[in-house]
């Protein structure tokens, strides 16, 4: 079964605590990305991925960092959270094929950060 | 600049007529339009999408229609389910860029009446 999963799905921290969120895919996906969804503000890309080793910058990177190591995982790295990184964060993978772009979410994990 | 825009935060239909939700973009790079489908505490799942050498894509109950000129899509659903009611996000992409990136609407929720 294709999947997307993310731990934690909940999380409770502190201002400058650092913590990970890891991502894994099972479709052997080149591309990979994090979102962050906050209410009236729709998905926002974070970072993407295109390929190991290859990240780059989304729309709000800011606070945020990412690695590629390996294919099938994208962790989300807050090095010192703040509050206005509670939100709800969503990572995805993709590939482009025969009939059209495919894209797989994991489930969330939603963020508190007091 | 927001350039995926649903204007309609919420939507409400009776079960068994038709849900029309609309989505505009401004971007005229963008050639690849899909539709997700979000319930409360799960990640978006993908519904359908369309390419912009078509102006309609039908799967089941699930209708896109693309009109490039007026830079405006609508997803049909006949007839609607009480199980329907989620928020939908309209995204769009440029399948001849560099990466797979969505760019989302802030959504709309669709409420199906029994």
């Known amino acids: 079964e294709a999947q997307v999963t993310q731990n934690p799905r909940y999380l409770i921290t502190v201002t400058g605590k650092k913590l990970t969120v890891t991502c894994s895919q099972n479709m052997n996906h080149e591309y990979m990305s994090w979102y962050r969804q906050d209410p009236g503000l729709g998905l926002r890309q974070i970072y993407y991925s295109m390929n190991v080793e290859v990240t780059d910058k989304g729309d709000v990177p800011e606070g945020y960092k990412v690695s590629r190591k390996e294919k099938r995982n994208f962790p989300l790295i807050l090095e010192s959270p703040s509050p206005n990184q509670t939100s709800l964060y969503f990572c995805a993978s993709s590939s482009w094929g025969l009939a059209g772009m495919t894209q797989y979410f994991g489930p969330g994990t939603r963020l508190l950060v007091l | 600049d927001q350039q995926v825009k649903q204007n309609s935060p919420s939507l409400s239909v009776q079960e068994g007529r038709i849900s029309i939700l609309n989505c505009d973009y401004t971007?005229?790079?963008?050639?690849?339009f899909l539709w997700y489908k979000k319930y409360p505490a799960e990640g978006p799942t993908f519904l359908i999408s369309?390419?912009?050498?078509?102006d309609k894509n039908e799967d089941g109950r699930f209708t896109v229609f693309l009109n490039k000129s007026a830079k405006h899509l609508s997803l049909h659903i006949v007839p609607s389910q009480p199980g329907d009611s989620a928020v939908y996000f309209c995204a769009a992409t440029n399948s001849g860029g560099s990466n797979y990136k969505l760019t989302f609407g802030k959504g709309t929720l669709l409420t199906v009446n029994p």
């Open positions: 369309i390419s912009s050498i078509k």
């Open positions: 971007n005229s790079m963008f050639d690849y």
